[in-house]
């Protein structure tokens, strides 16, 4: 019996990711909680015919909602309109997920917290401080969601390099992206030597990590003041936490990667071994993880081995800013003590 919380679940990435949670295998109990219309959202896809119960909590019910949950998804928080950036939501969005968390810690003390709110670079270190204050940081068990800008970077890659030769799903296993979420803090890492080589053009290659940066930007701008990415979002979320779903079932250590996770370095194997490769002493990064009943135990650090120098000088300018980010969700928590 695995029950699924999803806070934030009528907005544009709660409303689509819940549908596909209510079609997974894994989930018996999904539990959808919002501001508004939850209840309403959860009636209509508690008719689907899955397996799982679907049942919505208003304003007032986050802690019925919570009791139980063994993977609680964090989609709640504003998004961004043209001209701004991840770090202008930080304002209201740190906020959200820092009561949000509490609450989980409160009546879903065991559960895996997925954050997707942004900005991620610094709403992960509001969840995991939030939670060292309380005296509840599990390390492993909270997760930042990256995956957005994996299924980003297997799908401009592909299209890079001709989508005839090199299809999309081909891209899986060629290709990961590590740092952090935002700009420049999101480093695409081509993983097989055979493909890189085929990104001879150094404008090609810097047009397509351009692309997978800022690839946020393009949706946001095409919305024109609606919002940004959730349809997308909404399935990278959904592949997230249904590995984690599936690593619940398994029962034993999945195969490292291939989905990496924002995550808090010191406390997991790996971590430390990842922070002296980098040269670095940052505690949160994205990086391919290996969960173990749907925790992360460890984080990869063999990538780094491979970088091309293109790659080795992303990862410089990524942690100058990340470390930014990071600071400011500590800060944010320790301000509040
Ligand atoms: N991690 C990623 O890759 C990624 C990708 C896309 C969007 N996002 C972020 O996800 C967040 C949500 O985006 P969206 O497009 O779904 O926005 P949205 O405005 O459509 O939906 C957000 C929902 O959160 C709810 N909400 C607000 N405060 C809440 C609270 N305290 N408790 C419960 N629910 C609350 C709102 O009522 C709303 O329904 C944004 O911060 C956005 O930037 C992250
Ligand atoms: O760009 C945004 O603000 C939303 C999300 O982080 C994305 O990458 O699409």
């Given at each position: 019996m695995?029950?699924?919380?999803?806070?934030?679940?009528?907005?544009?990435?709660?409303?689509?990711?819940?549908?596909?949670?209510?079609?997974?295998?894994?989930?018996?109990?999904?539990a959808l909680y919002d501001l508004r219309l939850a209840p309403g959202v959860a009636r209509d896809?508690?008719?689907?015919?899955?397996?799982?119960?679907?049942?919505?909590?208003?304003?007032?019910e986050l802690a019925d909602a919570l009791k139980g949950a063994n993977v609680v998804v964090i989609p709640a928080g504003v998004p961004r309109k043209p001209g701004m950036t991840r770090d202008d939501l930080f304002k209201i969005n740190a906020g959200i997920v820092a009561n949000l968390v509490s609450a989980t810690a409160k009546y879903a003390p065991s559960a895996r917290i997925l954050v997707i709110s942004n900005p991620v670079n610094s709403t992960v270190p509001v969840a995991c401080?939030?939670?060292?204050?309380?005296?509840?940081?599990?390390p492993?068990?909270?997760?930042?969601?990256?995956?957005?800008?994996?299924?980003?970077?297997?799908?401009?890659?592909?299209d890079a390099l001709g989508a005839d030769h090199y299809g999309r799903e081909a891209m899986k296993s060629h290709v990961t992206v590590v740092g952090g979420h935002s700009g420049t803090t999101?480093?695409?890492?081509?993983?097989?030597?055979?493909?890189?080589?085929?990104l001879t053009n150094k404008r090609q290659y810097d047009a397509y990590i351009h692309?997978?940066?800022?690839?946020?930007?393009?949706?946001?701008?095409?919305?024109?003041?609606?919002?940004?990415?959730t349809l997308?979002?909404?399935?990278?979320?959904?592949?997230?936490?249904?590995?984690?779903?599936?690593?619940i079932h398994l029962e034993k250590r999945g195969e490292p990667g291939p989905l990496p996770a924002f995550i808090y370095l010191p406390g997991v194997e790996g971590g430390k071994e990842l922070q002296s490769k980098l040269g670095t002493n940052i505690e949160y990064f994205a990086a391919p993880v290996q969960l173990l009943r749907g925790d992360v135990?460890?984080?990869?650090?063999?990538?780094?081995?491979?970088?091309?120098?293109?790659?080795?000088?992303?990862?410089?300018?990524?942690?100058?800013?990340?470390?930014?980010?990071?600071q400011k969700g500590k800060r944010f928590v320790q301000s509040k003590l």
């Open positions: 695995t029950k699924v919380t999803v806070l934030g679940a009528a907005g544009g990435i709660g409303q689509p990711l819940s549908l596909l949670l209510k079609m997974s295998p894994y989930v018996s109990t999904l896809l508690s008719h689907i015919n899955t397996n799982s119960k679907c049942r919505g909590y208003g304003k007032d401080e939030t939670l060292k204050n309380l005296g509840q940081f599990k492993g068990k909270v997760m930042g969601v990256t995956t957005l800008d994996v299924v980003r970077a297997h799908t401009f890659l592909s999101i480093v695409p890492i081509v993983t097989n030597a055979k493909v890189r080589s085929k692309r997978v940066q800022f690839g946020g930007d393009e949706v946001v701008e095409a919305k024109q003041g609606a919002g940004s990415a997308s979002m909404a399935l990278a979320g959904f592949q997230f936490a249904n590995e984690v779903l599936r690593s135990v460890r984080v990869d650090a063999d990538w780094v081995d491979g970088l091309s120098d293109e790659e080795k000088k992303a990862i410089k300018v990524c942690l100058d800013e990340l470390d930014k980010n990071v």
